[in-house]
């Protein structure tokens, strides 16, 4: 169940457009593709990885944000617009295990058109961690949302 890297973060924001342009202008990020969350995402990267993810906070989070990432602080500005680290991983059967062994709670979530299956937990400060584990690891591993099944 070994984790390989820090993926991504998510920047959660009242600006989504002035957001993408200060990353863009400032420290050079590129605007890139992203899957269908059916909420409004904008991609980051830098060279071929998507590294900085943002979306809208405070009030102007959607009803599909909510349901599929959660919201843990209404914040758009200071630290607190930081939603979450994610983590690729590989192992899900045994991370599985390990976390339900721990008795660690976590929610499972699935992106087809990515190509992940996605856990969420909290560490004991309350900062929501994403683990991503290909989707070919998930074989009759059933989600409890996917990004698909969202309307929109």
Excluded at 14 to 38: E, I, Q, S
Excluded at 51 to 61: D, N, S, Y
Excluded at 111 to 130: A, I, R, S
């Amino acid at each position: 169940m070994p984790l390989s890297h820090i993926e991504h973060m998510l920047i959660q924001t009242a600006d989504m457009a002035a957001t993408r342009d200060w990353y863009v202008g400032v420290l050079g990020f590129r605007v890139g593709p992203n899957p269908d969350f059916k909420f409004p995402v904008c991609w980051l990267y830098l060279g071929d990885k998507d590294v900085i993810h943002i979306t809208e906070g405070g009030a102007q989070v959607s009803d599909n944000r909510k349901r599929y990432v959660g919201q843990e602080s209404a914040a758009t500005q200071g630290s607190g617009v930081i939603d979450h680290v994610a983590f690729r991983c590989t192992g899900l059967e045994q991370m599985l295990e390990h976390l339900t062994a721990l008795g660690v709670p976590f929610k499972r979530r699935q992106v087809n058109d990515q190509g992940l299956y996605q856990l969420f937990l909290f560490d004991p400060n309350g900062v929501k961690v994403e683990l991503n584990f290909a989707n070919a690891e998930a074989r009759g591993v059933r989600p409890e949302l996917m990004a698909s099944d969202l309307p929109g």
